[in-house]
């Protein structure tokens, strides 16, 4: 959905249309390398693996406050690879980690809560911008 909504935003290569055209559950290699392929066309520098997992953080927390994501969502969607370097970057992430499926049902609205104050906090102190929709696509 990512490169279709930059198909949407203007952006157009042949990676890009053939990766918005790929079923939902790919095999992640033939993805990745129709991304990279696509950041290549469209002349946009593969951002290194730290500025990569700041931007995925930061992408999860608006998708929160945007109301696009669920804090389930946000919990499924954490890579090892996320990186966190600000304070409202780690207690994002320390806050979606905590998530567990077995968690009880009387914890998980304190947890949301928490996950939500903490995705206002990072969205209103980044300085990576706002990624909505489509990360990595559009340049700052």
């Given at each position: 959905?990512?490169?279709?909504?930059?198909?949407?935003?203007?952006?157009?290569?042949?990676?890009?249309?053939?990766?918005?055209?790929?079923?939902?559950?790919?095999?992640?290699?033939?993805?990745?390398?129709?991304?990279?392929?696509?950041l290549?066309?469209?002349?946009?520098?593969?951002?290194?693996?730290?500025?990569?997992?700041?931007?995925?953080?930061?992408?999860?927390?608006?998708?929160?406050?945007?109301g696009?994501?669920?804090?389930?969502?946000?919990?499924?969607?954490?890579?090892?690879?996320?990186?966190?370097?600000?304070?409202?970057?780690?207690?994002?992430l320390?806050?979606a980690?905590?998530?567990?499926?077995?968690?009880?049902?009387?914890?998980?609205?304190?947890?949301d809560?928490?996950?939500?104050?903490?995705?206002?906090?990072l969205?209103?102190?980044?300085?990576?911008g706002?990624?909505?929709?489509?990360?990595?696509?559009?340049?700052?």
């Open positions: 959905m990512l490169a279709a909504h930059a198909l949407v935003d203007g952006r157009d290569s042949p990676a890009l249309r053939e990766l918005a055209g790929l079923p939902r559950r790919s095999d992640e290699t033939e993805i990745r390398e129709l991304y990279v392929q696509a290549h066309e469209l002349g946009i520098p593969l951002p290194d693996e730290e500025t990569a997992g700041r931007r995925q953080l930061v992408n999860l927390a608006f998708g929160l406050v945007n696009e994501l669920g804090p389930k969502d946000v919990a499924d969607r954490l890579s090892i690879a996320v990186a966190a370097l600000t304070p409202e970057e780690t207690e994002f320390s806050v980690a905590e998530y567990s499926k077995w968690m009880e049902p009387d914890e998980l609205p304190g947890w809560n928490d996950l939500r104050t903490a995705a206002h906090a969205t209103v102190s980044t300085d990576l706002s990624v909505s929709g489509v990360m990595g696509w559009r340049r700052d």
